[in-house]
C-alpha cells in the first residue's frame, strides 16, 4: 500500500520560512520523480517544483517561486522536502506532494494528503 505523508505546514508571517516534508512508503521511491503542487481556494492545483528521480535530480520551478523554493530528496529517506523562504500572502495554498512514475512503467502516480500553507500577518 502506497503512502505519501506530508508534513510541515502551518502559519507564518510573510517573509518567513517553512519546510515541507514529504515520506514516501510502498512505492520504489528512488525511480520516482517526486513534485510539490499548491491548490489555492477557488483554483486549480498547480505545479509549484519538481525533482527527477535518481541521486542527483534534476530541478525544475514555477516562476512564481524560483530563487524562493527549494525542493530536494533523500532517497536513503525516501523523503521529498520543499524549503520555502521568503514566503508571501499569495503562497497560502494547501501543498500536495506527488510521486510520477517512469513513463515506461505500468504504474500510477500517486498524492498526498495535503498540509496547509497559510502565510498572513
Known amino acids: 500500500q502506497v503512502h505519501l505523508v506530508e508534513s510541515g505546514g502551518g502559519l507564518v508571517q510573510p517573509g518567513g520560512s517553512l519546510r515541507l516534508s514529504c515520506a514516501a512508503s510502498?512505492?520504489?521511491?528512488?525511480?520516482?520523480?517526486m513534485g510539490w503542487y499548491h491548490q489555492a481556494p477557488g483554483k486549480q492545483r498547480e505545479l509549484v517544483a519538481v525533482?527527477?528521480?535518481?541521486?542527483?535530480?534534476?530541478?525544475n520551478y514555477a516562476d512564481s517561486v524560483k530563487g524562493r523554493f527549494t525542493i530536494s530528496r533523500d532517497n536513503a529517506k525516501n523523503t521529498v522536502y520543499l524549503q520555502m523562504n521568503s514566503l508571501k500572502p499569495e503562497d497560502t495554498a494547501v501543498y500536495y506532494c506527488?510521486?510520477?512514475?517512469?513513463?515506461?512503467?505500468?504504474?500510477?502516480?500517486?498524492w498526498g494528503q495535503g498540509t496547509q500553507v497559510t502565510v498572513s500577518s
Open positions: 506527488n510521486a510520477r512514475p517512469p513513463a515506461n512503467w505500468s504504474a500510477r502516480e500517486y
Open positions: 510502498g512505492i520504489m521511491f528512488s525511480a520516482y520523480a
Open positions: 525533482i527527477t528521480s535518481g541521486s542527483s535530480g534534476s530541478t
